[in-house]
């Protein structure tokens, strides 16, 4: 599975996606980019899931309509130590996403 992690999760992070072809906003040279754009861009670079930690984006963005899924990371904040616990869930939920999705992951 082809996942982008967003700039505001922690880049260490991509380590634990074992099996999956993961990349960061950065390493795509996307940062700054805003949300719109972004999940378009990735649409386009046949990405299928982005992983954030912004509980918003499901009602900011036509999620469905960009045929990608969402992982929300729900912790008490966006250090890598308080989403690691959540990579477990954030793995097995993988294994069900289907485009459109936007699932939230919490402790």
């Known amino acids: 599975m082809r996942i982008l992690l967003d700039e505001c999760v922690p880049k ?3 380590r634990e996606f074992l099996g999956h072809d993961a990349h960061t906003v950065p390493e795509m040279g996307w940062s700054g980019v805003r949300n719109g754009e972004l999940l378009k861009r990735m649409a386009a670079d046949s990405f299928e899931v982005f992983v954030t930690v912004d ?3 499901a009602f900011q963005q036509n ?13 008490v904040s966006n250090r890598a ?7 477990p869930a954030a793995i097995t939920a993988l294994a069900t996403l289907q485009p459109g999705d936007c699932v939230e992951i919490r402790p």
């Open 12 to 14: 260490r992070l991509k």
């Open 55 to 57: 509980q918003n984006l």
């Open 63 to 75: 999620v469905h309509a960009m045929n990608i899924a969402v992982l929300v990371l729900v912790a």
């Open 81 to 87: 130590a308080d989403l690691l616990p959540l990579m």
